[in-house]
């Protein structure tokens, strides 16, 4: 006999999931703002909602990676100024942090959990 549940939908986060995702994502654009806000929005956001769905939790903590990892380049590019090749690569920086955050808003919005490439990851 056959296994009856083969053609059962996945189901996946709902919408305040996603929506709360989103937010753990696009809270780091408050580093535009407040110092260190890229770090602590998304931490704040995670830490608040990270009960509310598993969804939440794991991209909360990949935004959380990703913007400690991105502050540690940042601090990297800062020294090497003083060898003017920090100066060409912090405006990459910041380039690919914006590009990669949106995109992972975008992605948790749309319900795909988004991992951000070459990202250390202090959280497990």
Known sequence: MMDEQVNVPVQGPNAEAKQWAMFAHLAALAGFIIPFGSIVGPLLVWQLKKDVDPFVEKNGKEAVNFQITIAIA??????????????????????????????AGVKANDGVAYRYPMTIRFIK
């Open 74 to 103: 940042a601090m990297v590019c800062f020294m090497l100024m003083f060898v003017v090749i920090g100066a060409l690569l912090f405006p990459v920086l910041v380039l690919v942090w914006l590009i990669f955050t949106i995109i």
